[in-house]
């Protein structure tokens, strides 16, 4: 993630992109739920073994065309439509979230739930 990160700071269509999509601050707590709990590795597996790889070659291709002295305007388009690509795979990090801290959720509603009724039965 140290290149992706980088890399989504070398132009200015990247910076407004991860902006936008946040797709660092979704990778990186990613990562922190991992760490915390090295069983969510299952639920982030696409995360880790498909997005990543997939965000970190298509970043790499991006900004070789991206640092050319001359863009074409065929150049520039394929630009766009990677920028396009890269925001879906942004969509697909905060999916990957969601599913690390799954858990999480199912556990404060199974409390919620438990709190509601133990104020059903004493009232």
Same mark, same amino acid.
């Given at each position: #993630?140290? !290149?992706? /990160?980088?890399?989504?700071? /070398?132009? /200015?269509? #990247?910076? /407004?992109?991860?902006?936008?999509?946040?797709?660092?601050?979704? +990778? !990186? +707590?990613?990562?922190?739920?991992?760490? &915390?709990? %090295? @069983?969510? #590795?299952?639920? +982030?597996? !696409?995360?880790?073994?498909?997005?990543? %790889?997939?965000? =970190?070659? *298509?970043?790499?291709?991006?900004?070789?065309?991206?640092? =050319?002295?001359?863009?074409?305007?065929?150049? &520039?388009?394929? *630009?766009?439509?990677?920028? @396009?690509?890269?925001? $879906?795979? @942004?969509? &697909?990090?905060?999916? +990957?979230?969601?599913?690390?801290?799954? $858990? $999480?959720? @199912?556990? *404060?509603? !199974? &409390?919620?739930?438990?709190?509601?009724?133990?104020?059903?039965?004493?009232?």
């Amino acid at each position: #993630l140290t !290149d992706i /990160k980088r890399w989504l700071g /070398k132009t /200015k269509g #990247l910076i /407004k992109l991860n902006e936008e999509t946040q797709l660092m601050y979704y +990778a !990186d +707590a990613v990562m922190q739920e991992m760490a &915390k709990e %090295p @069983a969510d #590795l299952m639920r +982030a597996n !696409d995360f880790v073994y498909k997005t990543v %790889p997939t965000l =970190h070659e *298509l970043l790499a291709s991006y900004l070789e065309i991206a640092q =050319h002295e001359i863009i074409s305007d065929a150049q &520039k388009e394929e *630009l766009r439509n990677a920028r @396009a690509v890269i925001r $879906d795979l @942004a969509v &697909k990090v905060q999916a +990957a979230y969601l599913a690390v801290t799954e $858990d $999480d959720v @199912a556990s *404060l509603r !199974d &409390k919620v739930s438990v709190a509601k009724r133990t104020m059903e039965d004493t009232l």
